[in-house]
């Protein structure tokens, strides 16, 4: 199955990895283009800096779910358990009842 959420601890992973992708490439791409004085070539390491962060970041990587959050049951799932409880403790009355 796909899982396409990420948990806490990824969310905060990918934001320190987009930040410093972008950073990175942001200082490479201003040295680059004050020293060939071409600022088309400064915008394209830039969004290459981008692409490179979209790439690691956006797709739910199996290295940003590694700590998956234990929700409890929902009200439904707890009720029904309790009927089915109530259900067979009152089965096993009656079967004490009738021994």
């Known amino acids: ?11 905060r ?37 981008v692409v490179v962060a979209a790439f690691l970041v956006i797709p739910a990587w199996p290295y940003l779910r590694k700590n998956p959050i234990k929700w409890l049951p929902s009200r439904e799932k707890l009720a029904a358990a309790a009927a089915s409880n109530q259900e067979s403790s009152a089965s096993d009355l009656k079967d004490k009842k009738t021994a």
């Open 1 to 11: 199955m796909l899982e396409f959420h990420i948990d806490f601890e990824g969310q």
């Open 13 to 49: 992973l990918a934001e320190q990895i987009t930040q410093g992708v972008i950073s990175f490439f942001g200082v490479i791409a201003f040295l680059v283009g004050l020293i060939a004085q071409d600022i088309r070539l400064s915008m394209y390491i830039f969004a290459a800096g």
